[in-house]
């Protein structure tokens, strides 16, 4: 850029440069996304190890195996906890990123509702991995314990490369603004009650085979879409804006339960 005699091109109209931009800037998102779910994953995967391999203590229910000095902190439930918590994370980033992938090649192919659906998602599966995948490599430093603080093990570094994902391409708060506000309140397109209908689909067809979960699910969508309800009726953008970071995260949970 400071070449002399550096010569410029023009990219489409002037002083429409943003909206151009973010052509760009939306693939981008998505790929964020996929670095907070490949950081949790591999969080999760190493944790999996360490906690099978760390002898610390014995199970509550008695010795696992009573010729060691002490049993693998697997077996511990605050542990099982944590692992679980994320493998959870790990699936549900996982899960929303294909489904993302799916609806770039379906809207390509011409599905305009693939293309309202993957507008509205945008930036959930921005935000939900990074946020969520922190938590992941949070707990993954606990199951390290001081270990986990140290560059001995590589949980320390997924967290610090981890960390920039809730911030780069757009903060958290900026993703929660355009979901809310953009994809939500001002929105003509029905992207969110696309997305509900296709909720209420899903929870139809498990209604037999998994009817806890689809209570589960049903209990969720209905409190989402009773916050869209809130925010519409009220006409306060200001106090809307407050809270659509917490919508983001509600969102981004009802998500990743439904895929």
Known sequence: MNFDNAEGYLVGEINRGLQGMFTMMNYERLSVG???LSAAQTAYQWSCEYARERLQS?????PVNKDAAADP???HPDVRRMLLAQKAIAEGSLAMCL???RLVDQEAAGDAEAGRLLGLLTPIVKSWPSEMGLVANHYAIQIHGGYGYTRDFEVEQIYRDNRLNPIHEGTTGIQGIDLLGRKVIFDKTGGIELLMQRIRETEARAEDMLPECAAALRTARAAVEQAVDIVRGQNDPAAAM?????????TGHLVAGWL
Do not use: D, E, K, M
């Open 34 to 36: 996929i670095q907070g």
């Open 58 to 62: 014995r199970a509550p229910t008695g």
């Open 73 to 75: 902190i697997i077996v």
């Open 99 to 101: 489904y993302a992938a």
């Open 242 to 250: 407050a809270n659509a970071t917490q919508f983001l995260s509600a």
